[in-house]
Nanobody
Framework: QLQACGGGLVQAGGSLRLSCAAS???????????MGWFRRAPGQAREFVAS????????NYADSAKGRFTISRDFAKNTVYLQMNSLKPEDTAVYYC?????????????????WGQGTLVTVSS
């Protein structure tokens, strides 16, 4: 299971940290594969936010996330995080974590094999 949490309501300029914890059969897979975060805003298509490779030393960010969001992983806790700072109303979306098919930091949804349930982030102006 991939359990994402940490969403909520925050004012513009605020911060949130999303977490995605792997359990059961996902623990081994997440340890050897890249991990990513995607989001889907109301009425819009799913879009890439950030990803990290299996070792957590290489990351990839969408232009909208660069300089504001940071992806990281804690292997001891089998968890990947998304630290989001300077949030904007346009960041409002359901955020999903996902396990990549490979060890790299992919940015295409097609390169991901497992998806967690989403966590809602709402940024008020």
């Amino acid at each position: 299971q991939l359990q994402a949490c940490g969403g909520g309501l925050v004012q513009a300029g605020g911060s949130l940290r999303l977490s995605c914890a792997a359990s059961g059969r996902f623990i081994r897979t997440t340890s050897n594969n890249g991990m990513g975060w995607f989001r889907r805003a109301p009425g819009q298509a799913r879009e890439f936010v950030a990803s990290t490779n299996w070792r957590g030393v290489s990351s990839n960010y969408a232009d909208s996330a660069k300089g504001r969001f940071t992806i990281s992983r804690d292997f001891a806790k089998n968890t990947v995080y998304l630290q989001m700072n300077s949030l904007k109303p346009e960041d409002t979306a359901v955020y999903y974590c996902a396990v990549a098919r490979s060890s790299g930091s992919a940015s295409n949804a097609e390169d991901y094999q497992y998806w967690g349930q989403g966590t809602l982030v709402t940024v008020s102006s």
